[in-house]
């Protein structure tokens, strides 16, 4: 009863939850440890300037409103996305349009950046989902004079073109909240890979002030409840209780952008290394997943870029044949498969005031809140695990008919 599969895994050990301890105790670690981080994190990325955040929400704040400073305060977001975009955007004070994506490969549509093309956005963020990398070079083509953020918060390993994602925009985002992959339980980077991406990140720092914004005992806390909780075994304890709302997107009110905690450093640093190895296990059981995709009747898989290769957050899938979401999880639910994103950011209120006039339209990012399907990759994934989803994956398929394009 008490047995239920993670959708998403990032590894943290008790050695980091100790390290996290011992730094919280010792708040004069806490620019050491900044320092250090900041030098792994620019030799990692290819980074000219880093500035580390409470979060990849902050640092995608602080890169739209120093972006949107070098014009008219316009941004292009994906339509389809973590609805943290929206809260960033807002946040910022930026004007906001949305874009289309696509969904062979979650990367923008063309025919939608033909349309930003004529509204001439300041900035254009692009984001890679579930590790999967998005084509930057078309965004550059398309929008030659637009400031290019490269949202990584779910970069998680990917590569493209032999570099990490990350390391391919003016201006990079990076989380590393709890199920981002590599974590410290909280908190985020903002890196600047080009003159325009310094000038963006040196603002940022002058906005936040300090190197840390305090020990992060409460947030050492929480990653010491995932380290418990968050194993098959136990999980199903806190994914019943609906005001921890796991698995769910919820949408947060902008905050003031600060720095990291030091316990949070601590974890990360002590961290990094496990979680590059996760990756190589993500791609390992994704590459076993795909086998039965390519066998399914009822979803199809996306895409990669053939330059690319993700990270495998997650495994995206599409459902065929008008399959609602809905029917096609019953039963497997328990199995770390969901759905994502239920509504695209257009649907969102407190984003409505932020809109300009020039609409494109988005019947794909539509289509994707229906879908779009995710299934874990993820290092505690059983043998009786696979089994399961592989016979979901190759079964004649779930039987509840909707209106989905397929």
Known sequence: MLRRQLPVYSPVDASAIARGLLAACAPRSG????????????????????????SGTSALRLAIAGATEEGDRSVALPGYGCYDLSTAAEGAGAQV??????????????????RLRRIGPTAVVVAHLFGYPVD?????????????????AQGAGGRLGGRPLGSLGSVSVLSFGRGKGMTGGGGGALLGLDDVGVRIVERAREAIGGT???????????????????????????SRLPFLHLGETVYHPPWPPRGPT??????LEHMMPESDREVEVRRGHAAR?????????????????????????????????GTTTGGALRGVAGL??????????????????FRIGAEVPIP????????????????????????ALEAWLTSGGPDNKGVVSG
Do not use: C, W
């Open 289 to 321: 997943l795909e086998r039965s995709v390519a066998e399914s009747r009822h979803v199809r898989a996306v895409e990669p870029l053939r330059e690319g290769r993700p990270g495998y957050l997650r495994l995206p899938v599409l459902l065929r044949d």
């Open 31 to 54: 620019e050491a440890l900044s320092a250090r981080l900041s030098e792994a994190l620019k030799t990692r990325y290819h980074a000219r300037a880093v500035l580390l955040t409470d």
């Open 262 to 267: 030091i316990a949070s450093l601590a974890v």
């Open 136 to 152: 930057v070079q078309s965004v550059r083509d398309a929008l030659p004079g637009a400031i290019l953020i490269e949202d990584a």
């Open 364 to 387: 794909n990012a539509e289509a994707l809140t229906r879908a779009l399907t995710v299934l874990p990759t993820h290092r505690l994934l059983a043998s009786s695990d696979f089994d």
């Open 212 to 238: 840390v914004s305090g020990r992060g005992f409460r947030q050492l806390l929480q990653t010491a409840a995932q380290l418990v909780f968050g194993r098959p075994e136990l999980y199903g304890i806190p």
């Open 336 to 353: 770390g498969v969901t759905g994502m994103y239920p509504s695209t950011l257009a649907a969102l209120p407190s984003l409505a005031p």
């Open 97 to 114: 349009v949305l874009y289309d994506l696509s969904p062979r490969d979650l990367g923008p549509d063309p025919a939608s950046l033909e």
